[in-house]
């Protein structure tokens, strides 16, 4: 239990260009997702926290004019890197906690197969 | 301002011995720790975690050892695996808060 799934795996698209990244939790329902971008050789960077139904809450530095995060509902986020540029270009990594009736689900976090966004 | 350390960003060991990653943390308000493998293109995948309650949590060659008083946490994996070979982050999180804070991650190397 408890899997991720990001599509598309790899995008490659022109700059200028709006990219929409799926986040699916597939077999529990997660009340907060997060997305996590990761330089080469770096740490993984929250972007963003997002809980569904509200509005997602950005960390310092990021844009949120830039990617625009929708949680509709308890199974799926979007991530949207709008007018993407070549300094977008990274890895996208999604991560998902369940709700807080499973200490199992709720005090971990999973994470989806991430994304490769390379922006021509 | 990194909350969470990971001072060595590589280690190689041989097959067979241990592999002990380190990792360090400043916000005396964590109280779970967590260990995520990662390859290449991938994302990462839960290792094995711990609670602030306990100083020590094992499961099978892993087992993560901490010591609140010097706010530092370790990985021991043995004996060590080619298949081990990865980076490997630690995280850690407050009760109060939903985010995890993540080290920098440590690339094992480990030598058939």
């Known amino acids: 239990g408890a899997v991720v799934s990001q599509h598309p795996s790899r995008v490659i698209c022109k700059s200028g260009t709006s990219v929409k990244i799926e986040c699916r939790s597939l077999?529990?329902?997660?009340?907060?997702m997060f997305w996590y971008r990761q330089f080469p050789k770096k740490s993984l960077m929250l972007m963003a926290t997002s809980n569904e139904g509200s509005k997602a809450t950005y960390e310092q530095g990021v844009e949120k004019d830039k990617f625009l995060i929708n949680h509709a509902s308890l199974t799926l986020s979007t991530l949207t890197v709008t007018s993407a540029h070549p300094e977008d270009s990274s890895f996208y990594i999604c991560?998902?906690?369940?709700?807080?009736?499973?200490?199992?689900?709720?005090?971990?976090?999973?994470f989806g197969p991430g994304t490769r966004l390379t922006v021509l | 301002d990194q909350q969470v350390k990971q001072n060595s960003p590589s280690l190689s060991v041989q097959e067979g011995r241990i592999s002990i990653l380190n990792c360090d943390y400043t916000?005396?308000?964590?109280?779970?720790f967590l260990w995520y493998k990662k390859y290449p293109a991938e994302g990462p995948t839960f290792l094995i975690s711990?609670?602030?309650?306990?100083d020590k949590n094992e499961d099978g060659r892993f087992t993560v050892f901490l010591n609140k008083s010097a706010k530092h946490l370790s990985l021991h994996i043995v004996p060590s695996q080619p298949g081990d070979s990865a980076v490997y982050f630690c995280?850690?999180?407050?009760?109060?808060?939903?985010?995890?804070?993540f080290g920098t991650g440590t690339s094992l190397t480990v030598i058939p």
């Open positions: 916000n005396s308000m964590f109280d779970y």
């Open positions: 711990i609670s602030s309650i306990k």
């Open positions: 077999d529990f329902q997660a009340t907060t």
């Open positions: 991560s998902a906690r369940g709700t807080s009736g499973s200490s199992f689900l709720y005090n971990e976090q999973f």
């Open positions: 995280a850690a999180s407050a009760v109060t808060g939903n985010q995890f804070y």
